[in-house]
C-alpha cells in the first residue's frame, strides 16, 4: 500500500466562501496503471470550518477489475464503484463536519488500475 500525491491540488487553489454559503471542490486527476490495490490517491486537503453535505467519485474509463471509494482521512464515504465499467459512486454517509486539514483521497481496492483513467472527486461542502 502506498500514497501517491502526484494529483493533489495545491491547498491554495482549494476553493473557500462566507460562512454558510455551499460551495464545490471538483478535482480531475489524470492516474495511470501505477497505482495498486490498498493504495490511496491524495486530491486534496479540506479548508478549514467546512461541512460536507454531498460527495462523488467517478471515473470516466474503465480501470479494469479495480474498484475505487473516496476517503476523507480514515473513513470511507462513498460505496466502491463497479470493477470493469465507467464508475459513479454517491457518498454513502450522513453529512459531516471535517476537520481542518482533513484528507480527501481515492483509495483503489480489489486490483490495480490496468489503463489510464480520468477520475474525478466532487465535494459540495457548506462553509461553518
Request: include cysteine; hydrophobic fraction near 55%.
Amino acid at each position: 500500500m502506498a500514497n501517491n500525491e502526484t494529483y493533489a491540488l495545491a491547498q491554495k487553489l482549494v476553493p473557500i466562501t462566507e460562512a454558510g454559503a455551499l460551495f464545490n471542490i471538483k478535482h480531475a486527476m489524470a492516474v495511470v496503471s501505477t497505482d495498486a490495490d490498498g493504495d490511496f490517491i491524495f486530491a486534496f486537503k479540506l479548508p478549514a470550518d467546512v461541512r460536507v453535505v454531498d460527495a462523488v467519485v467517478a471515473n470516466d474509463t474503465t480501470l479494469g477489475a479495480a474498484k475505487i471509494a473516496l476517503w476523507v482521512d480514515d473513513t470511507q464515504i462513498t460505496a466502491d464503484t463497479t470493477a470493469g465499467a465507467l464508475g459513479l459512486s454517491r457518498m454513502s454517509v450522513a453529512p459531516f463536519n471535517a476537520l481542518t486539514g482533513a484528507q480527501v483521497k481515492v483509495e483503489v481496492e480489489t486490483a490495480a488500475i490496468s489503463a489510464a483513467a480520468n477520475v474525478t472527486v466532487d465535494l459540495i461542502c457548506q462553509r461553518l
